[in-house]
Nanobody, 126 residues
Framework: QVQLVESGGGLVQAGGSLGLSCAAS????????MGWFRQAPGKEREFVAA????????YYTDFVKGRFTISRDNAKNTMYLQMNSPKPEDTAVYYC???????????????????WGQGTQVTISS
């Protein structure tokens, strides 16, 4: 079992910056690929970014490319999402997740993740 806990959410103005963390316990995070998803009210959960177990490969959805950066520190059992120049439409609950799969084609799909955090609210004001 892996327990994931997100932190760092809050309220920030558009154009600012915000950093999210996802701390893992139970098993070594290095065994898993990791991802960030988000869900806005009334919308389905959507893929934001993913990172391979080693951190050597990263994947982003188009609407965050160039603005968000995913990273991980396996020694600290922690994953990060740095959000630069956020926009009001980035407002959502952000979830981190761990997957035993490594294929990039699978990491954008919520159903392929084995463990999820409880989520952290991110609100971007205009």
């Amino acid at each position: 079992q892996v327990q994931l806990v997100e932190s760092g959410g809050g309220l920030v103005q558009a154009g600012g910056s915000l950093g999210l963390s996802c701390a893992a316990s139970g098993r070594a995070l290095s065994r898993y690929a990791m991802g960030w998803f988000r869900q806005a009210p009334g919308k389905e959960r959507e893929f934001v970014a993913a990172i391979s177990w080693s951190g050597g490969s990263t994947y982003y959805t188009d609407f965050v490319k160039g603005r968000f950066t995913i990273s991980r520190d396996n020694a600290k059992n922690t994953m990060y999402l740095q959000m630069n120049s956020p926009k009001p439409e980035d407002t959502a609950v952000y979830y981190c997740a761990a997957s035993i799969y490594s294929s990039s084609s699978l990491l954008s799909t919520p159903g392929t993740y084995n463990y999820w955090g409880q989520g952290t609210q991110v609100t971007i004001s205009s």
